[in-house]
């Protein structure tokens, strides 16, 4: 276990000034908490933060956090508190100490739901100082190195949840080393098998070229010194076994078919120098064409700069090379530790100084804004995995502004990553000069020109185009509005003319002091939950109004039988099948009086369904046709956006099965099916096996494998109608299947 002045002069190494009082102070506080406490090892509890604050202390931070180091399980763990730290250490350690405490009760591995929230506490605490991330980082890789004491089932909870978060969020903070680390001790108790066949057969590769990384080393070395690099270090190294068996995963080779185990890193003193080492190296040695990257003149995301590139190198071995300065080596191994703003920096200061260079802080603190912006627990947690574990692309605004991208990113992605307004308003792109489609993948270097339109909406079905998060949130919320948009313009159609028959004017300025009693957040969500039905024009008339009485509006029968004469909202008459008085004399809907009632097709012009169709279970609005009734749509339907600003013509209108006479309703489906023989039939035969009619059917080739097929399908209802959808996507011949409207 180190002592306490070996902790001391640690620190000294890299910075001879060291405050040796407070890390005195808190290296006796922490031994006087946690007392006899032991640990699943049988190790005195103490040796935990004091190996937290050992790695630290290779990461060359400031004494205060190592301090937090020592101390941040004592209030978690012992009788400490958070007034008792703040009077010993200051209240920037105690609230640095409170953070971590709050950190140490998270389970990131549990109910997708709990996860995501508990990770919205994780970002948000570390977001607000990076001291909290640091800190925790050396916690959880001490615990992932300790890691065999816990029980099966413990330890692979744990490991699961470093390989999710921990390992990703250092590598996304520059981190690489220690990322490296807990990956590799994740892979050790995830995969277990895995882990020692790649690990020995590293060994043995290791034992059979005994001695080549020192000769590659040797050998470069005097290349670059032969040249007039005297200051160039050489070094070398096998890669890490989590490293090897993600290759062979993601590229499906055998061990065998590895040709790069080994990589090298030069370190020379400055930008041009790396240069230099490169064109040296290339004169020298063939290059494997195609693994050429340079990440000084475009740096990744997370501040990482270096030239990579792949050789036939001495020996006839291919070997991977990375070309940096010293200064760049140091950020690479270390992220933002490595950053000396930082470091000089005390509490918020420092924090403000940091977040303005680093853009791997930054990207933190732009993740930490998708917070705000309303979506739920889920699609956040879905989204900052994507921003996690995605590789990047690099491209350019014609202004030459670098926008980096997740691999296989759309210029979809690239507009909404430019600013949120643009990809809404996205029609089309540019990418390098040429008109392409928006599903084109951006290549690294592409300089991309966004088209747009003021009048764009975007399309739902970009959602399943797009890889970033922050897109798939933009337009789910856009979606989400438009529907909303929908709905309270039908709630605002019906609140006004419930108010205007009570002789009354409805306002939006009336309902806000109303709203509480109505148990609704704000004026447009209450409009828009009467539209959807989820709330009575008349309990916001009676709030409003408490001394309001409803009077009942008796529906006469039409001398024909089996239709019935209903006046509608707007004070027209309508014929409406199978409804009796007596039904309608007791009912009492949105205006007063029952919604019009639609029981089914009809053969009559007073009430139809829109081309594509509706079935029970939809949400259905009606729309007065000029001379020709009412026609029927879902309330998905984009064509009622042609009516938005002709509210007259809204009608509220709800289903009225029979279920003695049960109808079929239409509805219209969209297949993308291989081109094979064969195909048509195992969709009819799907069809048909659900009981359900083939109205009508249209087939287009869309390309030489796939097919399209449209089809206006007849169903009972809207769970029969998912059921067919489902099975339908479960089919191999299928690509994809969706449900149109008009």
């Known amino acids: 276990m180190m002592r306490q002045y070996e902790l001391v002069e640690r620190v000294q190494r890299y910075k001879p000034d060291v405050n040796e009082a407070l890390l005195n102070k808190a290296y006796v506080y922490a031994m006087q908490k946690h007392g006899q406490q032991k640990r699943a090892s049988g190790d005195p509890y103490i040796s935990h933060p004091l190996e937290v604050a050992a790695i630290l202390t290779d990461m060359h931070l400031d004494e205060s ?37 709050k950190l140490k009760r998270l389970d990131l591995v549990t ?44 330890r692979a909870r744990i490991s699961e949840e470093t390989m999710d978060i921990y390992a990703p969020l250092a590598g996304r903070m520059g981190m690489q080393d220690l990322r490296d680390e807990l990956e590799d001790l994740s892979f050790r108790y995830l995969n277990p098998e895995a882990y020692e066949t790649v690990t020995k057969r590293l060994a043995d590769l290791s034992a059979r070229n005994e001695g080549l990384i020192t000769k590659i080393e040797d050998e470069l070395r005097d290349l670059l010194v032969a040249n007039g690099l005297l200051d160039a270090v050489v070094k070398g190294r096998q890669k890490k076994p ?10 499906s080779l055998s061990f065998e078919q590895l040709s790069d185990v080994y990589g090298f890193r030069i370190l020379v003193g400055d930008i041009p120098a790396c240069y230099r080492a490169l064109g040296i190296v290339h004169t ?36 991977e090379l990375q070309i940096r300065t010293k200064r760049m080596h140091e950020i690479a191994e270390y992220g933002i530790a490595a950053h000396a703003l930082y470091k000089d920096g005390e509490g918020s200061e420092g924090g403000e100084l940091l977040s303005k260079e680093s853009n791997a802080y930054s990207w933190l603190r732009h993740t930490i804004e998708a917070l705000s912006e309303g979506d739920n627990p889920e699609e956040f947690l879905e989204h900052t995995k994507l921003e996690l574990f995605q590789d990047q692309v690099f491209c350019f605004t014609p202004k030459g502004k670098l926008i980096a991208l997740p691999r296989g990113a759309t210029p979809i992605d690239f507009a909404y990553a430019v600013h949120t307004n643009i990809g809404d308003t996205t029609v089309g792109a540019k990418i390098n000069g040429r008109i392409m489609p928006l599903v084109t993948r951006l290549n690294n270097g592409d300089e991309v020109e966004i088209i747009r339109s003021g009048v764009q909406v975007p399309p739902a079905a970009w959602e399943e185009i797009v890889v970033t998060g922050k897109a798939r949130a933009a337009i789910r919320r856009a979606t989400r509005m438009a529907i909303r948009k929908q709905y309270a313009g039908l709630g605002y159609r019906i ?11 409805f306002s939006r300025e009336g309902l806000k002091p109303v709203l509480h009693r109505l148990g609704q957040k704000d004026v447009e969500d209450a409009i828009a939950s009467v539209g959807r039905g989820e709330l009575s024009s008349l309990d916001v008339m009676r709030a409003i109004y408490p001394d309001y009485k409803d009077e009942r509006v008796t529906v006469k029968p039409s001398a024909d039988e089996g ?36 029981r089914g097709l009809s053969a009559s012009t007073q009430v139809r369904f829109s081309q594509s169709g509706a079935v029970p279970g939809d949400r259905i609005v009606g729309i007065m046709e000029n001379g020709s009734g009412i ?7 984009p064509a009622l956006q042609r009516f938005d600003d002709q509210p007259e013509r809204w009608i509220d209108v709800r289903w009225d099965l029979d279920d003695a006479n049960k109808s079929r309703f239409t509805a219209r489906i969209l297949i993308n099916a291989l081109n094979e023989p064969g195909t048509l039939a195992t969709v009819a035969q799907t069809i048909a096996g659900l009981d359900i009619n083939i109205r009508n059917l249209d087939m287009g080739r869309v390309a030489t494998d796939f097919s399209e097929i449209l089809l206006d399908v007849e169903v009972w209802d809207l769970r029969q109608l998912n059921q067919l959808l489902t099975q339908l996507k479960d089919l191999d011949c299928i690509s994809t299947v969706k449900r149109v409207y008009d």
Do not use: C
């Open 111 to 154: 109910k997708k739901a709990k996860q995501a929230e508990n990770l919205r506490k994780l970002l948000l605490a570390i977001s607000d100082d990076v001291r909290v991330l640091l800190v925790k980082l050396a916690d959880r890789l001490h615990n992932m190195r300790t890691l065999e004491h816990m029980n099966p089932e413990k």
């Open 65 to 101: 956090t190592i301090a937090v180091a020592l101390l941040h399980d004592t209030i978690e763990d012992t009788t400490a508190t958070r007034a008792e730290i703040d009077d010993l250490f200051g209240e920037d350690i105690g609230r640095l100490v409170e953070g971590l405490t």
């Open 563 to 598: 239709w019935f004469n209903v006046r509608s909202v707007s004070g027209m008459m309508f014929r409406i099948p199978g409804r009796s008085a007596e039904a309608a004399e007791m009912e009492t809907g949105e205006q007063g009086r029952a919604p019009l009632p639609i």
């Open 495 to 505: 609140l006004e003319r419930t108010f205007e028959r009570a002789g009354k004017v």
């Open 631 to 637: 026609t029927i749509y879902p309330i998905q339907a």
């Open 242 to 251: 989590y490293s090897v068996f993600r290759k062979m995963q993601s590229k």
């Open 284 to 319: 020298r040695w063939r290059v494997v064409p195609g693994r050429f990257k340079d990440y000084i003149s475009t740096p990744k995301q997370n501040d990482y700069r270096s030239i990579h590139t792949t050789i036939i190198g001495p020996s006839r071995q291919r070997i």
